[in-house]
């Protein structure tokens, strides 16, 4: 056997780094899981950890349904085995294309639907089919991962810094400078980072906006201005809250709105990898194109068993009521906690959850600390806590703010977490 080490030394490695594409010398992986997987690590060896880092789900404390886990059983013993059409099983596109007609009210033709491993494929390839280098994509701050997928393409990202008192919703008005030179607006709701959801008046200012300067770019013969909207977590509602959707609120925006979907967070499925975008469908076309160069196609049985599980009303609800229960149980132990640190008079607050599987939370001890990076060390060696800065969300405003996700704890690990939490807070602040 050939030991193969020294041909990686440093001189190397230097001249094969130099010799990587522009876009590759810029790449950068998200900090979002760089922190999280250092956190699982330690967690391997043995450290006593409360991960609300990660937005993703433990098997052992959410399950994907039932019914769900059959299918795909029954789907591989009937040899759905081999490739996927690249832009999706005509059976799931269907189902996808019917269950928006039923839930949303949005009556999409099938040539709007288009299949792929999971959401992510998708909002990368909208980037890569609309956006040339140079071009503008707008987003609020904090929002995810738009900067990496903007750096991809070459695009200039421009992050619009929102505010807590708006639960970091993006508003008309912040927007609106922006959107003259924008070729892509990037919308999430229910948000993540945040756990916050857009209201119907908010989203109908902004969708004024882009229907106007669509309006303007027609008539002088430019570029189209587009939005994405992210509704992965649109099923994870809680309490009165409602879901709105742009095209929901001003239909004419069908021409401009392209939605990234997927079974990921709304199940517990992140590991299945079958999401969607529903879009304009000549934008569809070429999203569809595009997949058959990168092959991102969702698995076959997946597939085959999620077009099932899409069509079939009551398994859902059965799944979903005690699904968000549990999630919404989770996020009430840390916001009450929040809201007792509060009226104890230490310097945090929180914002309520509304939807997806996030909790907002400030903590008011960086001056104290040191800084950001000092503040996520301690609340990890005092409190057994790992929790995410809005930083790595793009956000550099909004200092002292946090995101807790719920979806690889117990309610017994978050109240002793809670808990301990409280202590190292109070020890802090004395």
Not at 142 to 164: E, K
Request: aromatic share 8%; charged share 20%.
């Amino acid at each position: 056997m050939s030991e193969l080490s020294r041909f990686f030394s440093a001189d190397a490695t230097a001249a094969a780094e130099a010799s990587l594409s522009a876009v590759a010398q810029g790449m950068v992986p998200s900090r979002i899981l760089v922190l999280s997987y250092a956190v699982r690590e330690a967690i391997a060896r043995g450290a006593k950890v409360a991960q609300f880092t990660v937005g993703d789900f433990a098997p052992a404390q959410f399950a994907v349904p039932p019914e769900l886990a059959g299918w795909i059983g029954e789907a591989v013993a009937a040899g759905e085995t081999n490739y996927p059409p690249a832009d999706g099983v005509l059976a799931l596109r269907q189902a996808i294309r019917d269950h928006y007609a039923e839930v949303l009210g949005l009556d999409y033709p099938l040539a709007s639907v288009v299949v792929g491993s999971g959401a992510r494929p998708g909002l990368y390839g909208v980037f890569r089919c609309l956006l040339d280098p140079g071009e503008v994509v707008v987003t609020p701050a904090p929002s995810w991962n738009n900067d990496n997928f903007a750096q991809l393409v070459g695009a200039r990202h421009v992050a619009v810094p929102c505010r807590p008192e708006d639960a970091f919703m993006p508003t008309a008005e912040a927007l609106g400078p922006h959107l003259r030179e924008a070729r892509l607006l990037v919308l999430c709701s229910p948000m993540n980072p945040c756990g916050t959801m857009i209201r119907e008046g908010q989203l109908a200012a902004i969708c004024d906006q882009v229907l106007a300067e669509n309006a303007r770019r027609e008539a002088a013969g430019e570029r189209l201005l587009y939005v994405v909207f992210d509704q992965v977590y649109r099923m994870l509602v809680f309490g009165d809250q409602a879901h709105v959707t742009p095209v929901g609120v001003a239909p004419a925006m069908a021409k401009y709105t392209i939605f990234c979907d997927a079974i990921s967070k709304c199940f517990a499925a992140t590991g299945l990898r079958v999401g969607w975008v529903v879009a304009p469908p000549v934008v569809a076309d070429r999203l569809r194109a595009l997949l058959t160069h990168m092959g991102a196609w969702a698995p076959r049985p997946e597939q085959v068993a999620v077009a099932r599980l899409l069509r079939d009303g009551p398994a859902m609800d059965r799944y979903l009521t005690g699904f968000k229960a549990a999630v919404r149980a989770r996020l009430d132990v840390i916001h009450e906690a929040f809201e007792g640190f509060a009226a104890e008079g230490l310097p945090v607050k929180a914002i309520a959850p509304e939807g997806a599987m996030y909790l907002s939370v400030y903590l008011g001890i960086e001056d104290r600390l040191g800084g950001e990076d000092a503040v996520r060390e301690y609340l990890l060696a005092a409190a057994g806590c790992a929790v995410l800065p809005f930083s790595v969300f793009g956000d550099t405003t909004n200092r002292g703010w946090w995101r807790f996700s719920v979806g690889a704890v117990g309610i017994e690990e978050t109240q002793a977490c809670m808990a301990r939490l409280g202590e190292a807070l109070r020890r802090i602040a004395g």
